[in-house]
Each structure stands twice: as structure tokens, then as C-alpha cells.
């Protein structure tokens, strides 16, 4: 885990914190060099023929989706609270 960590520090870095820009950088990559963009021919799926490439159309985004939730949303506290906590100290 700490080594992916670093690499991802570097690339936000790069991003200059902006993430979309990093966003757009790793799926341009998932499209240019792996077969996350390719999608099974239809008919092959329907007569259960198997391909060593692509997705069932479809599969690519629920796997998108089903990584992007195994973590909680956070949410920040009301800035009228922050504020409140500042103006105190």
C-alpha cells in the first residue's frame, strides 16, 4: 500500500492538485493501454463465447462504480461550526 501511495502523492503533484487532470490522466491510460475501453461483441456474449479481452457492455462502469463505493463519503462540518471553533481559539 505505501508504495502505491507514493507513486500517487507524485502524480497529484504533477496534477498541480487539480483532479481532474489526474482523473483524465489514469483513464486516458486505462483507454490507451489496457482493455477497460474495449467491450465484447455482442453476439459472442450472447452465445457464451468467451474472450480473453474487454468487458461485457456495461461491467466496465458497475466496476467503476463498485470501487469508487468501497469509501464512505466524507462530509465537512458546517463552516458556520469551523468558524466558531476559530474566533474561540
Known amino acids: 500500500q505505501e508504495v502505491w501511495e507514493k507513486l ?3 502524480l497529484a503533484q504533477k496534477s498541480g492538485g487539480d483532479l481532474r487532470l489526474l482523473l483524465h ?4 491510460f486505462l483507454h490507451r493501454k489496457t482493455d ?7 453476439l459472442d456474449v450472447k452465445e457464451g463465447i468467451p474472450s480473453r479481452m474487454g468487458f461485457v457492455e456495461g461491467d466496465a ?7 469508487f463505493r468501497r469509501f464512505p463519503l466524507r ?4 463552516m458556520s461550526e469551523i468558524q ?6
Do not use: N
Open 25 to 28: 490522466s489514469f483513464f486516458s
Open 36 to 42: 477497460f475501453y474495449i467491450s465484447q461483441h455482442p
Open 84 to 89: 466558531k471553533q476559530q474566533q474561540q481559539q
Open 75 to 78: 462530509r465537512l462540518p458546517r
Open 8 to 10: 500517487w502523492i507524485v
Open 61 to 67: 462502469e458497475k466496476l467503476l462504480l463498485a470501487s
